[in-house]
Each structure stands twice: as C-alpha cells, then as structure tokens.
C-alpha cells in the first residue's frame, strides 16, 4: 500500500508546532520547517544541526522524552515534544 503523501504529523520542536510527513525523519522535517539550528556546540556555541543523516554523528541530537536522540533516525509522530539540547555553560570558570 503506497504512502499517503497528503498526511501530516504535527510536533514540537522548542514549543513551535511542525508539520512532518509519515515516515519523514524530525531531521528532515525540522529542515523543511526552516530550522537549521539544532543545539549549539559545548566548545564554541557555534550552531550544529544535521551533518551526515545516517545517525552516526550525532550532530543532529535533540532532546525527546529526556533523552539525547539523533533527530535524523527518529521518525516523526504526533504530539512529539522535542527540545534542543540544553546550551553548555559559558563564561569564567566553564
Ligand atoms: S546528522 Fe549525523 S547523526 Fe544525525
């Protein structure tokens, strides 16, 4: 049986409602909704997001039910609360 193109999943990403499709990756979907920044690096606070797709790198890593999860092998579902990874400390002593 095909997929149903037409369908949509909605979720949260940061409390913004998203619109995916079934069996699209939050990855994905995230970058469709325009959003490219997925956490910020612990090193320099640079932006990351997705790097190699394949769930390898882990630059893509959200926060789903508490968990650091790499957005781009997580499918989508609905009601799906996601969260950047909490940004590192900064400044003296950090
Ligand atoms: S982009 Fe590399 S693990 Fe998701």
Known sequence: ????????????????????????SV??????????????SPIDGAPRGMFCVIGVCQECVVMIDGVRTPSCATLVQPGLRILPVPDPPTGPGH
């Open 1 to 24: 049986m095909p997929a149903d193109r037409g369908a949509s999943v909605d979720f949260y990403f940061d409390g913004r409602l998203v619109t995916g499709r079934p069996g699209q």
């Open 27 to 40: 990855a994905i979907a995230l970058w469709d909704a325009g959003i490219r920044t997925l956490r910020h």
